[in-house]
C-alpha cells in the first residue's frame, strides 16, 4: 500500500512527510481492516508532522491521519461490522479500560491510551487496522469526503459546546475564536439548538465570509471587541494571546473552554478578568459517546461540511495550507 510516513518531525515547510510503499497492515485481535477511502486533515497532525506535542509519546515512524472513513476488509468472529461497510475511525484509537478514568466514564483521560495518527498509524494511507470498539459506524447521505471532518473537528467541537455549561441554549451567546474545520461545524450545531454565535478571525476572505454564511450573529477580528458580552465562548485557534480577550468579552459566570490539544504560552492578564466566577476550562480528547451523539444530532441538524480536497500525494502542501490559513472549512485528503 502507499501512505505518506513522518520520519523525523520537522516545520511542515521541509515536506517531512514521504510517499512510501509500505505492507499492508495485519488486523490484530480484535481490530478491523479498513480500506480507506478519504481522511481529513486537522491541526493536530500538524502539531505531530512538526513535533509540538508530548515528545515522550511519539514513536516514529509514524502515519499520521485520524479523520478516517473507509470501507470495512476484514473484521473478528462475532463482530457487529461486515465487509464492504463504510465507517470512521477518531483521534482516541484505543483506552486501557482499566484506569479509575475509564472505570468511571471518563475514558478521554485515560492513563493509558493509544492515539490514531500519533502513537498507532493513522489514515494518510490506503489501509488501515483499529479496534472494533472504537469505530464508528457512519450515518448514510453524507460523501466519504463530507463524512471525514466530522470525526475530529466535528466530535471536539461537540466535546467544547458540551463543556460550555450551557443549560438553555436559546438565545445564549456563544463566542468562537478561530473559524476552521471544528468552528464551522460547532457552530451550525449552537444554532440548530437556539444560540446566536459570535465569530472572531482573522481572515476575512475566507472564514469570515463562511460565519457570515452559516448564520453568524456578528463576525470580527480576532481580538476585536463584540456588541454585546457573551455566556460562553469556545478557542479553536492554538494561540495563547488570545485568552485574554476571550475573557474580557465574557459576561459573568461565563465560561472559556479551549479546544486545542496544543497551544502557544498563555499571556498574562490580570486576576480581574477572571473574577465574576468566569471558567477557563480546557478539552482533552473526546469519548466514544461524545462521537455517537454528535453523528446523531449532526444528522438532525443537517450539518454541511466545507471542504477542500488534496490527494495523499501532496499531503505536505495541505498540511501546509493549513497552518497558513488557506483553506475554508476542512481539508481532506483523497485515497
Known amino acids: 500500500m502507499y501512505a505518506q510516513v513522518l520520519h523525523e518531525c520537522k516545520p511542515i515547510t521541509e515536506k517531512p512527510l514521504k510517499l512510501s510503499r509500505l505492507s499492508k497492515p495485519v488486523a490484530a485481535a480484535g481490530e478491523v481492516l479498513i480500506k480507506v477511502r478519504a481522511c481529513g486533515i486537522c491541526r493536530t497532525d500538524l502539531h505531530v508532522v512538526e513535533g509540538e506535542l508530548n515528545a515522550a509519546r511519539y514513536k516514529l515512524p509514524?502515519?499520521?491521519?485520524?479523520?478516517?472513513?473507509?470501507?470495512?476488509?476484514?473484521?473478528?468472529?462475532?463482530?457487529?461490522?461486515?465487509?464492504?461497510?463504510?465507517?470512521?475511525?477518531?483521534?482516541?484509537?484505543?483506552?486501557?479500560?482499566?484506569?479509575?478514568?475509564?472505570?468511571?466514564?471518563?475514558?478521554?483521560?485515560?492513563?493509558?491510551?493509544?492515539?490514531?495518527?500519533?502513537?498507532?498509524?493513522?489514515?494518510?494511507?490506503?489501509?488501515?487496522?483499529?479496534?472494533?470498539?472504537?469505530?464508528?459506524?457512519?450515518?448514510?447521505?453524507?460523501?466519504?469526503?463530507?463524512?471525514?471532518?466530522?470525526l475530529c473537528a466535528g466530535i471536539i467541537g461537540y466535546r467544547c459546546l458540551r463543556q460550555c455549561g450551557l443549560e438553555d441554549w436559546a438565545g445564549a451567546r456563544l463566542g468562537i475564536y478561530g473559524f476552521g474545520a471544528a468552528g464551522h461545524l460547532a457552530?451550525?450545531?449552537?444554532?440548530?439548538?437556539?444560540?446566536?454565535?459570535?465569530?472572531?478571525?482573522r481572515d476575512h476572505a475566507r472564514h469570515q465570509k463562511l460565519a457570515e454564511e452559516l448564520g453568524a450573529e456578528w463576525v470580527g477580528d480576532t481580538f476585536a471587541s463584540p456588541p454585546v458580552l457573551l455566556d460562553?465562548?469556545?478557542?479553536?485557534?492554538?494561540?495563547?494571546?488570545?485568552?485574554?480577550?476571550?475573557?474580557?468579552?465574557?459576561?459573568?459566570?461565563?465560561?472559556?473552554?479551549?479546544?486545542?490539544?496544543?497551544m502557544s504560552p498563555i499571556s498574562e492578564f490580570p486576576y480581574q478578568?477572571?473574577?465574576?466566577?468566569?471558567?477557563?476550562?480546557?478539552?482533552?480528547?473526546?469519548?466514544?459517546?461524545?462521537?455517537?451523539?454528535?453523528?446523531?444530532?449532526?444528522?438532525?441538524?443537517?450539518?454541511?461540511?466545507?471542504?477542500?480536497?488534496?490527494?495523499?500525494?501532496?499531503?505536505?502542501?495541505?498540511?501546509?495550507?493549513?497552518?497558513?490559513?488557506?483553506?475554508?472549512?476542512?481539508?481532506?485528503?483523497?485515497?
Do not use: M
Open 232 to 262: 460562553a465562548s469556545i478557542v479553536f485557534a492554538p494561540a495563547g494571546e488570545i485568552i485574554p480577550a476571550a475573557l474580557k468579552a465574557l459576561d459573568r459566570d461565563g465560561r472559556l473552554v479551549l479546544g486545542g490539544i496544543h
Open 187 to 201: 457552530i451550525q450545531i449552537a444554532r440548530f439548538r437556539g444560540a446566536d454565535v459570535y465569530v472572531f478571525t
Open 62 to 150: 509514524v502515519i499520521p491521519g485520524h479523520q478516517v472513513v473507509g470501507t470495512i476488509e476484514t473484521a473478528p468472529e462475532g463482530s457487529l461490522f461486515r465487509k464492504g461497510q463504510r465507517v470512521g475511525v477518531a483521534w482516541l484509537h484505543e483506552t486501557c479500560s482499566t484506569c479509575r478514568f475509564c472505570s468511571s466514564g471518563r475514558e478521554n483521560l485515560c492513563e493509558n491510551p493509544e492515539f490514531t495518527g500519533w502513537t498507532r498509524h493513522g489514515g494518510f494511507a490506503e489501509y488501515l487496522s483499529a479496534p472494533a470498539d472504537f469505530v464508528y459506524n457512519l450515518p448514510g447521505g453524507l460523501s466519504d469526503i463530507d463524512a471525514a471532518p466530522l
Open 273 to 335: 478578568a477572571i473574577y465574576w466566577e468566569k471558567v477557563v476550562r480546557s478539552v482533552a480528547n473526546n469519548t466514544r459517546a461524545d462521537g455517537r451523539q454528535f453523528l446523531a444530532e449532526a444528522v438532525e441538524a443537517n450539518v454541511k461540511t466545507h471542504t477542500q480536497v488534496f490527494p495523499l500525494k501532496s499531503a505536505n502542501e495541505a498540511l501546509l495550507a493549513l497552518k497558513t490559513d488557506a483553506i475554508k472549512g476542512a481539508g481532506v485528503l483523497v485515497i
